[in-house]
């Protein structure tokens, strides 16, 4: 049995996309916060995207693994990393609630442990869970395609260019846009993502868009959440409408929109 590295596990509701199809907005799912991050570690020349909301997950062998003892209760016990994936797949099953609709296999980067992910994957699926991935990168597209067919719902999240998440950003775009050619072919239902500052620029959004619209996947313009300690800031309506406007020249009225992290406006986990 295979052993991995996850930065925490709990439950709460998805709080980013919107209503187009592939998004669990609002919807109750468990979340298994894989340790590790590609881009963090610089595999495009950066050091992590500059909004980055999981640091901590970027360490890819954290010695402990955080557990919410009882679903929506907020606090939490310490289990040793590395788990096995029978071991996460009994955490799952503890912190089950009626209206669980999903599990979501999120991080730091999911698929940067890939042995370990199918294994969970592979367990999930056994006991009937459908499965959110939620990935912003991955170089083993093979990898992926051999996953793709058990994953229910995905969110690409392709970064602007201001995130500062490769060194040549157009080239981890078009990488991007592979990943949700592969899932989409797969049958997932998936959707791509973009955080948008108020320094994204038209010019780059619209590279995205025009890439969304020619494979037809469905675009969320989501707004950044501002950190306390940073000069990153939301972008303005005047913004948000220019975004939303390119999306809608490449993408239907039902493919795209806005969204926020939900669940930091209402300080649940
Ligand atoms: S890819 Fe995700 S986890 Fe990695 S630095 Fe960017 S936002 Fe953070």
């Not at 907005?25 to 590790?36: A, E, V």
């Not at 869970?129 to 912003?136: D, K, N």
Request: charged residues 25%; proline residues 3%; negative net charge.
């Amino acid at each position: 049995m295979l052993e991995g590295y996850i930065q925490e596990i709990f439950s709460s509701f998805q709080g980013e996309g919107t209503s187009v199809e592939g998004s669990c907005y609002g919807l109750r799912q468990i979340f298994l916060r894989f340790s590790g991050c590609p881009i963090a570690q610089g595999i495009h020349g950066t050091k992590g995207c500059i909004w980055c909301d999981s640091p901590l997950a970027w360490n890819s062998n954290p010695e402990k693994c955080l557990v919410e003892i009882q679903a929506g209760k907020q606090s939490f016990e310490e289990k040793n990393n590395p788990l096995t994936s029978k071991e996460v797949l009994d955490i799952v099953k503890r912190l089950e609630t009626k209206d669980l609709h999903s599990i979501s296999l999120t991080g730091g980067e999911p698929l940067y442990q890939p042995e370990f992910l199918e294994e969970v994957i592979q367990r999930l699926k056994e006991n009937d869970y459908q499965i959110f991935l939620e990935t912003a990168y991955t170089n083993n597209l093979e990898f992926l395609k051999k996953i793709a067919n058990k994953i229910d719902f995905a969110c690409v999240d392709i970064k602007d260019k201001s995130a500062n998440a490769s060194s040549q950003w157009e080239i981890l775009v078009k990488e991007e846009i592979q990943m949700c050619e592969i899932l989409k072919v797969a049958g997932t239902k998936i959707f791509a993502k973009c955080v948008i500052t108020s320094s994204t620029k038209k010019e780059d959004f619209e590279i995205i868009a025009k890439l969304c619209g020619e494979i037809d996947i469905p675009l969320v313009v989501q707004l950044v959440t501002p950190k306390m300690d940073s000069e990153i800031t939301q972008p303005s309506w005047g913004q948000i409408q220019e975004f939303t406007g390119i999306a809608a020249k490449y993408l239907s009225s039902d493919k795209t929109g806005i969204s926020v992290q939900m669940h930091k406006f209402i300080n649940i986990l």
